[in-house]
């Protein structure tokens, strides 16, 4: 299915399946949002489960019909994975391939040979944020932190000092860069366009990385002393491997689908005729389907062949590179559904309606309901989805710039203070080897400055753009 036809699909919204009053549809959406917080934190229900039925609970409540309901949901969940999950799976196949081949450990090993000590923290952002592109963040995690740990102890710097950069830059990818799963999901329920997203995203993430990572970091430090602990320094990818790709060639890899799909952004703007043939093939190749497919396959050469590797071995690699997303593919996919029961609900128009006689930007109102929502469930994915959901009324008029930074204060939002009821919290507390009041005084600190930081700089390109 092209984009087109996914936004229009998502366009098509049904009139609304419950006629309730305002304050019905209040306690519907919280009630629907209570039990997936509560589904999910406290009886640890899976979160497609939990949003499954807490689509119910919300419909229920508002008085809309089972069957109505149902629907609602189901199309949700199939445009929202029409939209996203082959991209998802493209994203999946190249961070495999650039685990597996090496590249990842050739990207750490040159950048680190060519930094002095004083500057490693700006290094580990610099690397995360390259590896970070085309990686999901717990990936990201498991291929970066052994690194973090190696490096700190190689060099004697704090180990809170290389790893909250590293940490920043995967974060702030993950939040704010299309094509992770929670942007992609924000801007087709936002119908924003990809590529100003991808630009303004990137304008944003960089000073954000820089004030979130080495920055703090070297704050956190002197909050934090902890040493690397020796079990969860495991081998690395390449250290079985007779060759690996080069630097350059890696490096070219993961940006060619940001560099397509920035293309595509500039032809918009730069040329006036959509006619030309010029403009059609930058129209295609920019596509974010088109762009990703294309790494894909180069990365299949680039780094998989360069590895040594043979066709069945990155068959098999493209195999393996897909069992781990299935959850992820769900979530997002009832994600989606959920989103599409609070809009046909009519919950989405009543936001818009109370958010008319309030004055408040709409860009920090959305913020304000990703960050409840991320608070409340623990998972920056499910709070980035049932955001831009409720969020997407207010894009109404909105230019495409503004749009695109709405977009990104979902993102933003949906970063907000990690906590104990979030499975990337207990991640890097075991990584790292820290205590609880460790973890909060470093890595949800981190992400409460990231949150804040990029809703500055949003707030900011919006009165200038």
Request: with cysteine; charged share 10%; glycine share 10%.
């Amino acid at each position: 299915m092209s984009a087109l036809s996914v936004e229009l699909l998502a366009a098509a919204t049904p009139p609304p399946i419950a006629d309730a009053g305002n304050t019905r549809l209040a306690l519907a959406a919280l009630a629907g949002i209570a039990v997936i917080v509560l589904l999910i934190t406290r009886w640890k229900v899976h979160a497609f489960l939990a949003l499954t039925i807490g689509s119910g609970v919300l419909g229920t409540v508002a008085g809309a019909p089972l069957a109505k309901t149902i629907t609602s949901y189901s199309t949700g969940l199939g445009t929202t994975v029409a939209g996203v999950g082959t991209l998802i799976a493209l994203g999946a196949i190249l961070g495999k391939l650039l685990a597996d081949s090496g590249g990842a450990d050739q990207i750490v090993d040159t950048i680190l040979a060519k930094t002095s000590e004083k500057r490693l923290p700006w290094a580990m952002a610099l690397i995360a944020g390259l590896v970070g592109l085309p990686l999901f963040f717990e990936i990201g995690i498991v291929i970066l932190i052994p690194v973090v740990l190696l490096v700190a102890r190689r060099s004697g710097q704090s180990l809170i000092r290389l790893g909250i950069p590293a940490l920043a830059g995967l974060s702030v990818m993950h939040g704010l860069v299309p094509p992770h799963p929670g942007p992609l999901a924000a801007i087709g329920a936002i119908h924003a366009d990809m590529g100003i997203t991808l630009a303004l995203g990137v304008l944003v993430a960089l000073p954000t990385l820089a004030i979130a990572g080495p920055l703090f970091g070297r704050v956190a430090a002197g909050w934090v002393d902890v040493q690397p602990p020796e079990r969860m320094t495991p081998a690395r990818a390449s250290d079985d491997l007779e060759h690996r790709p080069s630097f350059a060639a890696t490096v070219s890899t993961m940006l060619l689908p940001v560099v397509l799909m920035l293309a595509k952004a500039l032809a918009d703007v730069i040329i006036d005729d959509q006619s030309s043939l010029t403009y059609r093939i930058f129209d295609v190749i920019g596509t974010p389907l088109i762009a990703l497919l294309a790494a894909v396959m180069v990365a299949m050469f680039t780094l998989g062949r360069a590895a040594g590797f043979t066709k069945d071995r990155i068959s098999s690699t493209v195999d393996a590179s897909l069992g781990p997303i299935a959850g992820i593919l769900l979530i997002v996919g009832a994600g989606g559904g959920f989103k599409q029961t609070l809009i046909d609900c009519g919950v989405g128009q009543m936001i818009l309606d109370w958010s008319k006689d309030w004055h408040i930007s709409a860009l920090l109102l959305a913020w304000l309901i990703a960050v409840l929502i991320r608070v409340a469930t623990g998972s920056a994915t499910v709070a980035i989805i049932s955001a831009a959901g409720l969020a997407a009324p207010l894009a109404e008029g909105m230019s495409s710039t503004h749009t695109a930074l709405l977009v990104l204060s979902v993102g933003a939002g949906s970063l907000f203070f990690s906590h104990v009821n979030d499975a990337g919290f207990w991640l890097v507390k075991e990584y790292f080897g820290m205590d609880v009041p460790q973890t909060l005084k470093t890595w949800s600190v981190m992400e409460t400055v990231i949150s804040v930081v990029a809703l500055g700089f949003v707030m900011l390109l919006s009165l200038v753009l």
